[in-house]
């Protein structure tokens, strides 16, 4: 069996996906809050990708994720502001040997 970060992989459950998609309404455009808007829907959508992918891996059975992928989908209508926000996150759920306690994924190392 492979091995991740010296611990044992004991069973592959294979690739599971999360997405999760913000829409929000037009408001008067400025570019100082157009870019700060965005980067808080970013980073708030990707927890919410992030999360559900770990409720999808524990569902599964499943105590890590490994090869986790994240891609960013932004859609701007007109110059209001207005748009959608969708954050994909995939993986591979597998179970490492040993009692971690809780889904863990590559991120949660950095912090």
């Given amino acids: 069996m492979p091995r991740a970060a010296g611990v044992q992989i004991v ?12 829409i929000k309404a037009s ?3 400025s570019l100082a809050k157009w ?3 965005n980067a808080v829907e970013a980073e708030s959508a990707r927890a919410m990708a992030l999360g559900k ?7 599964a059975g499943a105590n890590a994720v490994l090869g986790v992928k994240v891609d960013l989908e932004t859609e701007e209508w007109g ?4 748009g959608m926000t969708t ?13 971690m ?3 863990v994924l590559p991120a949660d190392s950095r912090h």
């Fill in 27 to 29: 408001a008067t455009f």
């Fill in 87 to 99: 954050m994909m996150a995939s993986g591979t759920a597998v179970l490492l040997a040993g009692d």
């Fill in 35 to 37: 870019a700060s808007d």
């Fill in 11 to 22: 069973q592959e459950y294979g690739l599971i996906s999360a997405t999760f998609t913000r």
């Fill in 53 to 59: 992918l770990r409720t999808k891996a524990k569902a």
């Fill in 101 to 103: 306690g809780k889904v």
């Fill in 79 to 82: 110059r209001g502001g207005g």
